[in-house]
T-cell receptor, first 111, second 113 residues
Framework: RKEVEQDPGPFNVPEGATVAFNCTYSNSASQSFFWYRQDCRKEPKLLMSVYSSGNEDGRFTAQLNRASQYISLLIRDSKLSDSATYLCVVNSRYNFNKFYFGSGTKLNVKP | NAGVTQTPKFRVLKTGQSMTLLCAQDMNHEYMYWYRQDPGMGLRLIHYSVGEGTTAKGEVPDGYNVSRLKKQNFLLGLESAAPSQTSVYFC????????????FGSGTRLTVV
């Protein structure tokens, strides 16, 4: 079983739509969670950390559900520039300094 | 502030050739990592280092070696390249502590023919 699993998509949404991605993780003792954004043929860039109480950064909201072992990312009022692949990242139960990446969810925002 | 710099950006190798990928960071980060990214498989950890002079194996270390002689540099070596090593290689670094995320380099696109 993979450490981190994501729906690969693609999610095709119109501008202005609200879209949500989920990511499940297998190790209940995972401590740190992140969402990264990766544009085509570019490096991943940190979008936001995910805190236990949930957190928001502008149009982006991240949530953590430890009981069900998933994290989510909500994007409101989607922009064309939000088109990218979104990667979920969690750290290792056995080595908190090692992180595992999901395969990513592709988002296409259409005019 | 350059962040994480990878060289070269592109390379084509013949099977059996060797090469070294260089990663340099100027953020005084303790931890450095080498990942490879293949279509449909996401990022997979090759080797990592938690400090100068230390290295450790990741998920897919076979066929690669690494060295971290200086804190700011992390080298990835391919001793005898194989077509299965055709991939995009990313270096990343981060601060000490599990709550800090990675900063990635822009990647090296390697093709082994």
């Amino acid at each position: 079983r993979k450490e981190v699993e994501q729906d690969p998509g693609p999610f095709n949404v119109p501008e202005g739509a609200t879209v949500a991605f989920n990511c499940t993780y297998s190790n209940s003792a995972s401590q740190s969670f992140f969402w990264y954004r990766q544009d085509c043929r570019k490096e991943p860039k940190l979008l936001m950390s995910v805190y236990s109480s949930g957190n928001e950064d502008g149009r982006f909201t991240a949530q953590l559900n430890r009981a069900s072992q998933y994290i989510s990312l909500l994007i409101r009022d989607s922009k064309l520039s939000d088109s990218a692949t979104y990667l979920c990242v969690v750290n290792s139960r056995y080595n908190f300094n090692k992180f595992y990446f999901g395969s990513g969810t592709k988002l296409n925002v259409k005019p | 502030n350059a962040g994480v710099t990878q060289t070269p950006k592109f390379r084509v190798l013949k099977t059996g050739q060797s090469m070294t990928l260089l990663c340099a960071q100027d953020m005084n980060h303790e931890y450095m990592y080498w990942y490879r990214q293949d279509p449909g498989m996401g990022l997979r950890l090759i080797h990592y280092s938690v400090g100068e002079g230390t290295t450790a194996k990741g998920e897919v270390p076979d066929g690669y070696n690494v060295s971290r002689l200086k804190k700011q540099n992390f080298l990835l070596g391919l001793e005898s390249a194989a077509p299965s090593q055709t991939s995009v290689y990313f270096c990343a670094s981060r601060l000490l502590g599990g709550r800090y995320g990675y900063t990635f380099g822009s990647g090296t696109r390697l093709t082994v023919v």
